[in-house]
Antibody, heavy 121, light 107 residues
Framework: QITLKESGPTLVKPTQTLTLTCTFS??????????VGWIRQPPGKALEWLAL???????RYSPSLKSRLTITKDTSKNQVVLTMTNMDPVDTATYYC?????????????WGQGTLVTVSS | EIVLTQSPGTLSLSPGERATLSCRAS???????LAWYQQKPGQAPRLLIY???SRATGIPDRFSGSGSGTDFTLTISRLEPEDFAVYYC????????FGGGTKVEIK
């Protein structure tokens, strides 16, 4: 049974760096084809993909946010960490992490519950 | 970057009716890399369709996906009360993108 859960601050100040952790179970991020991604959703708006890290440590970033994002994995802890620098109120959103088997079913098939991050002074 | 445009923005239908949702890409997308999700208020998205037409585990067969190239469609053959939600398409190429969503609401 695959589960994922996001954790991190609920409130950050403008210009600060956000660090979110995705802790998962039920799969290994060292298995070929597996990847974990981050997606966000501002209140009342659409989903926006942020970053994706693969089993082989290959990484992909949204072109529009690439300069602000870093995604890393700790396979031994079953965690994926996303950092986003220079936070702004427009970054207020629910942040999700999600699992995918990108060689078999290219899609996010399991999602965490999401964590709401508010950017405000 | 491939842009996905979903239409209509809102679809007002009654239970039992057929829903047809469109997803148009700004460039050709491999059918293998087109997915559809359902999202209800306060919940995370749920995968419905991957590879343009393959249903995810546990998804009822009233949901079907089709299309190729730049035009893809999600069809719900007969709407059940639990199907009223927002639906997103997503493509996976060098980068991923989501469409803006279609809300299916009760008429």
């Amino acid at each position: 049974q695959i589960t994922l859960k996001e954790s991190g601050p609920t409130l950050v100040k403008p210009t600060q760096t956000l660090t979110l952790t995705c802790t998962f179970s039920g799969f290994s991020l060292s298995t070929s084809g597996v990847g974990v991604g981050w997606i966000r959703q501002p209140p009342g708006k659409a989903l926006e993909w942020l970053a994706l890290i693969y089993w082989d440590d290959d990484k992909r970033y949204s072109p529009s946010l690439k300069s602000r994002l870093t995604i890393t994995k700790d396979t031994s802890k079953n965690q994926v960490v996303l950092t986003m620098t220079n936070m702004d109120p427009v970054d207020t959103a629910t942040y999700y992490c999600a699992h995918g088997e990108w060689e078999l079913r290219p899609s996010f098939d399991y999602w965490g519950q999401g964590t709401l991050v508010t950017v405000s002074s | 970057e491939i842009v996905l445009t979903q239409s209509p923005g809102t679809l007002s239908l009654s239970p039992g009716e057929r829903a047809t949702l469109s997803c148009r890409a700004s460039q050709s997308v491999s059918s293998s890399y087109l997915a559809w999700y359902q999202q209800k208020p306060g919940q995370a998205p749920r995968l419905l369709i991957y590879g343009a037409s393959s249903r995810a585990t546990g998804i009822p067969d009233r949901f079907s996906g089709s299309g190729s190239g730049t035009d893809f469609t999600l069809t719900i053959s007969r709407l059940e009360p639990e199907d009223f939600a927002v639906y997103y398409c997503q493509q996976y190429g060098s980068f991923l993108t989501f469409g803006g969503g279609t809300k299916v609401e009760i008429k």
